[in-house]
C-alpha cells in the first residue's frame, strides 16, 4: 500500500484546510485510517483515525470538534477537514493505513506511511 498525503500550507489562525490522503496498491487490505502530526522538535501525536468500513471516527481531545475525518471509498481517498486552526495545529501531518483494528491512537499499530504534508498556522 502507498500513501500519497497533500493539502498542506499556510493559513491564519481562524482559517481551514482540507488534507488528503490518497491510498493505492493493495488497498483492499486496509481497515483503518489515521492522521498523525509532529511539530518541530516534538513527538508524533495522534489527531484522528478511521475506519474503512463502516467510517467510524475518533478524534483526539485536542481536534474534537474541529476536525472532521471522512473518506471516499471509490476514490480510496481518506480527508482531514480543519477548521478553527491554532498556531497549536502548525506541523507535518501524516496519514497513515493499518491492517487490522487496535488502538488507533498508537502509531505502532500502522503498516504504512504517507510522506507528510506541511501546515503551518500564523497568528
Known amino acids: 500500500v502507498q500513501l500519497q498525503a497533500s493539502g498542506g500550507g499556510m493559513v491564519q489562525a481562524g482559517g481551514s484546510l482540507r488534507l488528503s490522503c490518497a491510498a493505492s496498491?493493495?488497498?483492499?487490505?486496509?481497515?483503518?485510517m489515521g492522521w498523525f502530526r509532529q511539530a518541530p522538535g516534538k513527538e508524533r501525536t495522534f489527531v484522528g483515525s478511521i475506519t474503512w468500513i463502516p467510517g467510524d471516527t475518533y478524534y483526539s481531545d485536542s481536534v474534537k470538534g474541529r476536525f472532521t475525518i471522512s473518506r471516499d471509498s471509490a476514490r480510496n481517498t481518506v480527508y482531514l477537514q480543519m477548521t478553527g486552526l491554532k498556531r497549536d495545529d502548525t506541523g507535518v501531518y501524516f496519514c497513515a493505513a493499518a491492517r487490522r483494528y487496535g488502538n488507533s491512537i498508537r502509531p505502532q499499530m500502522y503498516d504504512y506511511w504517507g510522506q507528510g504534508t506541511l501546515v503551518t498556522v500564523s497568528s
Open positions: 496498491g493493495r488497498t483492499g487490505d486496509i481497515l483503518v
